[in-house]
C-alpha cells in the first residue's frame, strides 16, 4: 500500500503532483502499483471531490498504467452541502470516453451505513465493471467464503445467556 494524503486547502481534495511523487517514490523502492483507493465522499469529513478532480484521477490512472480503481462511495447519499454534488468515478470515467477496457472500476457500496444507519447490520455490495469473468468468479468466491453472514433475530428463538 501507497499512502498519499488530501489536501485541505481544496476542500480535502486530491492532489495530482503528490499523488505522482508517491506513486514515483512507490515505483524507484521496487514496488508494482496496481490500483488506486479513493474515498468519496470522505469520512468522517463529508468531503465531495470535484468532478474536475475526478476528472484528474481517471486521467491520471490512464496515464500512469494504473489499472484499477477502488472506490468507497458508500456514503453518496449523504451529501448535505448546497454546492456540492456526488459523481460516481464510472459516470465520470465514462464521460471522458473511457469504457470497461480502459479502466477497471469497483464501486463499494453499503445500504447499513449510508442508507439507513442501522448500526451493527451489515448490507454491503459492489459493481464490479471493467474485469474479465476469471477475475469476477475469484471476487465472488471470496465474498462468499469470508463476509460474515449475519441473520436477522427470529422472534420465536430463545434469548440466549439471559437470566
Known amino acids: 500500500m501507497v499512502p498519499y494524503n488530501l489536501t485541505e486547502d481544496r476542500g480535502w481534495g486530491l492532489e495530482i503532483f503528490e499523488v505522482k511523487r508517491c506513486l514515483e517514490e512507490a515505483r524507484s523502492a521496487g514496488l508494482t502499483v496496481r490500483a488506486m483507493v479513493v474515498i468519496n465522499p470522505g469520512n468522517p469529513t463529508g468531503q465531495v471531490l470535484s468532478i474536475t478532480n475526478q476528472e484528474e484521477i481517471v486521467e491520471f490512472c490512464r496515464k500512469e498504467l494504473v489499472d484499477e480503481v477502488l472506490v468507497d462511495e458508500v456514503y453518496q447519499d449523504n451529501v448535505y452541502v448546497e454546492n456540492k454534488k ?19 472500476i469497483v464501486s463499494f457500496h453499503s445500504v447499513s451505513m449510508g442508507f439507513c444507519g442501522e448500526s451493527g447490520r451489515r448490507g454491503g455490495y459492489m459493481e464490479i465493471t471493467g474485469f474479465g469473468d476469471d477475475v469476477k468468479v475469484q471476487i465472488y468466491k471470496v465474498a462468499c467464503h469470508y463476509l460474515p453472514q449475519h441473520s436477522w433475530p427470529n422472534p420465536y428463538q430463545p434469548c440466549h445467556g439471559s437470566a
Do not use: P, Q, T
Open 86 to 104: 456526488f459523481h460516481s468515478f464510472k459516470k465520470v470515467a465514462r464521460s471522458l470516453g473511457y469504457d470497461e477496457m480502459d479502466l477497471s
